[in-house]
């Protein structure tokens, strides 16, 4: 083994003793962001909501059940072909059905809008 040339030893101790070393400031502490407080005014109003446009669903699903297939019936009409009487009692009773539907998605999209603030309260309180 090489014998250690002590000024280079000596010199190195002296560079580590010269280094200011950081103390350990202490963690500044980020101001914690409090989540904002549910709005219990408009608690009600906005359960309504929800209760509303869980009501406008269903009856949506109800006529659009009602109203079957009969997009494919409307088509052949259309082109022109003659339809069987069963068809066209078929017809006649998605045709009356199709004016409730489209009222009744037109109060789901109304529905649809007022429930939105819930999205807030969801976010806030499931996270």
Excluded: H
């Amino acid at each position: 083994m090489a014998p250690r040339d002590a000024s280079k030893t000596a010199a190195a101790a002296e560079t580590v003793k010269a280094t200011p070393t950081k103390d350990a400031a202490p963690a500044k502490s980020a101001p914690t962001k409090a989540d904002p407080p549910v709005d219990t005014e408009n608690l009600d109003t906005i359960f309504s909501a929800l209760k509303t446009l869980m009501t406008t669903v269903d009856k949506l699903q109800k006529s659009r059940q009602e109203v079957g297939d009969i997009k494919p019936l409307i088509v052949r009409m259309l082109d022109g072909e003659l339809l069987s009487g069963d068809e066209l009692e078929q017809l006649k009773t998605g045709v009356s059905g199709l004016s409730k539907l489209v009222r009744i998605y037109s109060d789901y999209q109304t529905a649809l809008e007022k429930a939105q603030p819930a999205r807030e309260i969801l976010d806030t309180v499931l996270k």
